[in-house]
């Protein structure tokens, strides 16, 4: 049987700005459009993280998630939905009392940061499990804190997409599959490339995707520069992939992408010219064990 390969899009993520790409999607109608182009060039997943429709700033408007999902259903019926809950970990220390949350905190007790889920209840959402320096900030995910998140996540009934940054996320992730916090077999992400996580290195991915347990359906991605080289080591090794303008704002050296779809397209050209069967939403439903 031939092995088919899951595309991702992650069309406009948390941190991505609209200074390194005007047309970064950011409105409901934006993000459901890139989606909906996404899954016409190829993708099987559109992950999903909402803006401001104003200012294009990162939010968590339970409001601005479900008009994406009813915008997107309601031209596409097939395309696997998977919504982000990273939002609502991450801590700034005050210069003046590093105890203390300064400006750009978004600590939020981990029943709100899934509180979308189990309202909307979406085929996938992720489940951090990193602990890490984030530039001159920390991201925090306590194992209780991700207990919490991840039983809210079960009884909606909703597939978590473990999103592992480091080789002690990998560990994490296996004993919560081992102690029967998350059941299995697990669906996760190998991410690269954020500093001070995992490098975007053939090594560090072909470790990391080792690690994993047996049964593991993985996707593997890099950021940045290393979006395209990390999405071809994640196919040689056997994983699933993802691209998007959350990871890339370029499809070249010094060149803008003009969207998601261009984005997915080139992904599965890569895919297609090195022998590689891309599925459809319809075949990744099966293969994720997700209802049709």
Not at 72 to 96: A, C, E, M, W
Request: overall charge negative; proline content about 7%.
């Amino acid at each position: 049987m031939v092995h088919k390969t899951i595309i991702t899009c992650a069309v406009t993520g948390n941190l991505t700005t609209r200074d390194q790409h005007p047309d970064l999607p950011a409105t409901p109608q934006e993000i459901a459009d890139a989606c909906l182009e996404a899954a016409e060039a190829g993708a099987a997943i559109a992950h999903i993280h909402v803006r401001d429709p104003e200012t294009a700033k990162p939010s968590m408007e339970i409001g601005l998630y479900e008009d994406v999902v009813r915008l997107i259903r309601q031209k596409n019926t097939d395309l696997i939905l998977n919504l982000t809950t990273g939002p609502g970990g991450r801590f700034v220390p005050s210069d003046d009392d590093p105890s203390v949350a300064g400006p750009g905190t978004t600590i939020l007790p981990p029943e709100k940061r899934v509180e979308h889920i189990a309202r909307i209840r979406p085929d996938i959402c992720t489940l951090d499990f990193n602990t890490m320096n984030s530039g001159a900030q920390v991201v925090i995910n306590t194992p209780r804190n991700v207990r919490v998140m991840a039983e809210v996540i079960r009884d909606s009934g909703v597939k978590p997409e473990l999103e592992l940054f480091d080789t002690g996320d990998i560990v994490m992730a296996n004993d919560f599959l081992k102690a029967g916090h998350i059941e299995g077999p697990a669906m996760c992400s190998l991410v690269t490339g954020v500093k001070y996580g995992l490098p975007s290195t053939p090594d560090a991915m072909s470790m990391a995707s080792r690690m994993l347990q047996p049964g593991t359906v993985w996707t593997g991605f890099g950021v940045g520069r290393w979006a395209f080289p990390m999405l071809v080591q994640a196919w040689l090794l056997g994983g699933h992939v993802r691209i998007g303008m959350e990871d890339t704002v370029y499809i070249g050296k010094g060149k803008r992408t003009k969207g998601n779809g261009e984005l997915t397209a080139r992904a599965r050209d890569f895919i297609e010219k090195l022998g590689g069967e891309i599925a459809t939403a319809g075949e990744a439903r099966q293969m994720l064990g997700l209802q049709q």
